[in-house]
Nanobody, 125 residues
């Protein structure tokens, strides 16, 4: 069992930046690939970014490519999402998720085994 706790959300103006963190506990963090997803009001939850166990493989949704960066620190059991050049359409609850297959990445929610409670990001225009 892995427990995930997100932090770092908040209110920011368009063009600003935020860094989300997701702290993991319970199992060896490097045994998991990690992902970030988001859910905007009235919309389905969608994939944002993913990273393999070592950080050597990352993948992004087209909507955030070039603006967001996913990274991890296995010594701190934490995955990060650096979000730059934020837009109002980035407003959502952001969730981190852990996948028990650490060597591969996935954009599918069904491939992730553990989820955090989410952190709200609001971008004002």
């Amino acid at each position: 069992q892995v427990q995930l706790v997100e932090s770092g959300g908040g209110l920011v103006q368009a063009g600003g930046s935020l860094r989300l963190s997701c702290a993991a506990s319970g199992r060896t963090f490097s045994n998991y690939a990690m992902g970030w997803f988001r859910q905007a009001p009235g919309k389905a939850r969608e994939f944002v970014a993913t990273i393999n166990w070592s950080g050597g493989i990352t993948y992004y949704a087209d909507s955030v490519k070039g603006r967001f960066t996913i990274s991890r620190d296995n010594a701190k059991n934490t995955v990060y999402l650096q979000m730059n050049s934020l837009k109002p359409e980035d407003t959502a609850v952001y969730y981190c998720a852990a996948r028990r297959r650490p060597f591969t990445i996935s954009t599918l929610q069904s491939d992730y085994d553990y989820w955090g409670q989410g952190t709200q990001v609001t971008v004002s225009s």
